[in-house]
């Protein structure tokens, strides 16, 4: 094989590995977005709820879900209308309850429907029998604000802007004390094991709802609880971050194996 011959051979070989390149460099850039899109979705949906916190309501954002050591809930609020368990979604293009289905275009979002019903399970497991019937599941679309609707399941779905009405036309089903005492309760079932996978991302503490000074630490948890969701978003734009200087070493590595391998030690 010629001097020529071998540097063909050399620049074949450096196309197909920059092909390869190119796709890993694509593949990663649509990992970064759903990252992106969902950190989104949650603050938005966060800040709609803590407008519920004048009307009795109180708000534990981005919590363990139970059982499940790895996956998380979204906001659980607590207020005169039982416990609602509210699942954040960031989806793009026509969406619709229809029929008593969850529809994105023409996929039927079955299994996001049943995963709600699986959180609000999860959620009234930890409360004691007679109040594990107040434990309500609803979806919040923060890219559809105008659509409500309920599916066959009795899931709520509600956009960003509608949310809080939704919640607030619930029938009044708790005292103002056992909202407090279900709040704390609430707040160390579901804080314990996320806390000791992140400290530092998750730092509420709530005690016993028999210390006297339990309502002004509720109210500032309050403000806590909307803080550690903004803290997970924060981990959210570090892992998009780390994505994006993964993004920039591929496509540097693209350009040397385009325009320098195939002449190297020429």
Request: charge should be positive.
């Amino acid at each position: 094989m010629g001097a020529g011959d071998g540097a063909a051979e050399q620049s074949r070989l450096a196309a197909e590995r920059a092909q390869r390149l190119k796709r890993q460099l694509d593949q990663a850039e649509r990992a970064t977005k759903p990252w992106d899109a969902g950190a989104v979705g949650e603050r938005l949906v966060a800040d709609r709820l803590s407008r519920l916190i004048p009307h009795g309501w109180y708000l534990l954002n981005d919590v363990h879900w139970p059982g499940r050591p790895k996956a998380n809930l979204d906001h659980v609020l607590v207020g005169p209308g039982g416990v609602v368990v509210v699942d954040a979604k960031n989806w793009t293009g026509e969406v619709r309850v229809s029929g008593g289905v969850l529809w994105q275009g023409r996929f039927a979002r079955t299994q996001s429907v049943d995963g709600a019903l699986a959180q609000c399970a999860a959620v009234a497991s930890v409360l004691a029998p007679p109040h594990r019937r107040f434990v309500r599941p609803l979806i919040c679309l923060a890219g559809q604000p105008d659509l409500f609707g309920i599916t066959n399941s009795d899931v709520a779905v509600a956009g960003a802007d509608r949310v809080v009405a939704a919640v607030l036309a619930l029938p009044p089903v708790l005292h103002q004390q056992t909202v407090v005492g279900l709040y704390a309760h609430l707040g160390e079932q579901l804080t314990q094991e996320s806390a000791a996978r992140r400290p530092a991302v998750n730092s509420l503490t709530v005690k016993s709802p028999t210390a006297k000074p339990l309502t002004s630490k509720l109210a500032a948890g309050q403000a806590g609880g909307v803080g550690s969701g903004r803290a997970r978003k924060s981990s959210a734009q570090h892992h998009a971050a780390g994505g994006l200087t993964r993004l920039v070493f591929l496509a540097a590595f693209v350009v040397f194996a385009v325009y320098v391998l195939p002449y190297w030690g020429r």
